[in-house]
């Protein structure tokens, strides 16, 4: 089975700019997580979605936000890039019930300029 | 408030040797655990997971102990590996009501030759 996959890998912006992130699951996975990883703060939970709705949502601020589509496909969005949002961004996927292991992509690598 | 908590940011152990990695959690509702291992640039590799309802879970080199009293779980890698130098993350979810993984800071092993 095909891990998951995230691009792009690495990506640069300018503070004000919007991106957007994608992340395909393992084929049969329905929840999609998104983490972000900073030197700072560590690893640190953003959302969940599982059958294209969030079930869960950490204590980020609006300019993050999420979606998942019909194939369990789903892409992440952060609006007005502040410098702060320079981090590595990691999905994870699994089948969405509790006590499933997560299994994560590579990451995204993003640098706000 | 850490809920999560990895106390040795690094350990050196000489290849061979028994390595041991600690983690502590605050939240009673945390009921499954796993560990991960992650190179730099990367996404977090799943290693091993344990259920509250058990006390140890073996994977080949890896054994899980959990000590649900003392609210502390460890892993012991048997024996290390040079290959096994990286970081690792304990992480925990709760029994219920959210699929969330709640990460520990890391611990950064170093396995000498």
């Known amino acids: 089975k095909a891990g998951v996959t995230q691009t792009p890998r690495y990506l640069i912006k300018t503070r004000g700019q919007q991106v957007t992130l994608s992340c395909s699951p393992i084929s049969g996975h329905r929840s999609v997580s998104w983490y972000q990883q900073t030197p700072g703060q560590g690893l640190q939970f953003l959302f969940e979605?599982?059958?294209?709705?969030?079930?869960n949502k950490g204590n980020f601020p609006g300019r993050f936000s999420g979606r998942q589509f019909s194939n369990s496909r789903s892409e992440m969005n952060v609006s007005t890039l502040e410098l702060g949002d320079s981090a590595l961004y990691l999905c994870a996927s699994s089948a969405g019930v509790l006590q499933e292991t997560q299994y994560f992509g590579p990451g995204t690598r993003l640098l706000v300029l | 408030d850490q809920q999560v908590k990895q106390n040795s940011p690094s350990l050196s152990v000489q290849e061979g040797r028994i390595s041991i990695l600690n983690c502590d959690y605050t939240n009673s509702m945390f009921d499954y655990f796993l560990w991960y291992k992650k190179y730099p640039a990367e996404g977090p590799t799943f290693l091993i997971s344990?259920?509250?309802?058990?006390d140890k879970n073996e994977d080949g080199r890896f054994t899980v102990f959990l000590n649900k009293s003392a609210k502390h779980l460890s892993l012991h890698i048997v024996p290390s590996q040079p290959g096994d130098s990286a970081v690792y993350f304990c992480a925990a979810s709760p029994a219920a009501g959210s699929y969330q993984l709640t990460f520990g800071k890391g611990t950064k092993l170093s396995v000498i030759p």
């Open positions: 344990i259920s509250s309802i058990k």
């Open positions: 979605y599982f059958s294209e709705t969030q079930r």
